[in-house]
């Protein structure tokens, strides 16, 4: 059986049912359709989706998009439906970068298409994860297997991380707690602040006044919540 599990947001209770029906056709596993953004923020978080189909009208608190919004920082694929083409809900959309959009009504083949085309992207943004020593990066097109060594810092922008070394920036869809979890980060990184985390061996220095520190020529800031941290790294360097 696939062990995909898909969970729907749809308050239309026919359709809901109709793509209920395809998607066990398709071989997911159909984790059921909240139909308020309350009920839906609580089902994503009990079930933890690996993908959702989520109606950009729903009649609810807030909208489909507005849902998206929220859960951006769990980079769960997100395939949006609607039942008309607005200019409007397109370009909040897009801003979301979901894994594709339907338009009601659609078939079992269309609805299989975006499916597959999600979840292959998902894959492959998974794969570029580092396998303990490097991280797989993608440049024009190209991925360019990084050494944790060569990285200088990491910065988090949103759902992107730009990662530096003194010859090349790169940017890649990932949320700053995976690069974490995928980092050693007690012995080789130090996050210095929400949105910055740095390799060690290449701090120069810590201006105390301005809270940053030196890396070649860049200076990195320091959050208020870290300066304890840091100060406590420099002592033993």
């Known amino acids: 059986m696939n062990t995909v599990s898909i969970l729907v947001v749809e308050d239309d209770t026919s359709?809901?049912?109709?793509?209920e029906m395809m998607i066990i056709e398709l071989g997911y596993?159909?984790?059921?359709?909240?139909?308020?953004?309350?009920?839906?923020?609580?089902?994503?978080?009990?079930e933890e989706p690996n993908l959702i189909i989520m109606d950009?009208?729903?009649?609810?608190?807030?909208?489909?998009?507005s849902i998206a919004e929220n859960i951006q920082s769990r980079n769960i694929p997100i395939i949006f439906i609607t039942s008309f083409e607005s200019e409007e809900y397109f370009e909040r959309a897009k801003k979301i970068l979901p894994a594709g959009y339907l338009v009601k009504p659609f078939h079992l083949l269309t609805l299989r298409g975006v499916i597959e085309k999600a979840l292959l992207n998902q894959s492959e943004l998974l794969s570029q994860e580092t396998d303990g020593n490097s991280f797989l990066l993608k440049?024009?097109?190209?991925?360019?297997?990084?050494?944790?060594?060569?990285?200088?810092?990491?910065?988090?922008?949103?759902?992107?991380c730009y990662?530096?070394?003194?010859?090349?920036?790169?940017?890649?869809?990932?949320?700053?707690?995976?690069v974490l979890n995928q980092i050693n980060e007690k012995d080789t990184f130090l996050k210095?602040?929400?949105?910055?985390?740095?390799?060690?061996k290449y701090i120069k220095n810590f201006n105390s006044k301005n809270n940053t520190i030196q890396l070649n020529e860049a200076?990195?800031?320091?959050g208020r919540l870290y300066r304890k941290k840091v100060l406590e790294i420099l002592k033993e360097t």
């Open 29 to 46: 596993r159909y984790l059921g359709n909240p139909q308020s953004s309350a009920e839906a923020f609580k089902a994503i978080a009990s």
């Open 15 to 19: 359709f809901a049912l109709e793509l």
């Open 139 to 160: 440049s024009s097109n190209t991925f360019h297997k990084v050494s944790l060594n060569n990285i200088l810092w990491i910065q988090v922008d949103g759902n992107y």
């Open 219 to 222: 200076d990195i800031p320091v």
């Open 163 to 178: 990662f530096f070394t003194e010859e090349k920036k790169y940017v890649m869809k990932l949320s700053m707690k995976r």
């Open 56 to 65: 950009i009208n729903i009649q609810s608190e807030i909208d489909g998009i």
């Open 192 to 200: 210095i602040h929400r949105k910055f985390v740095i390799h060690k």
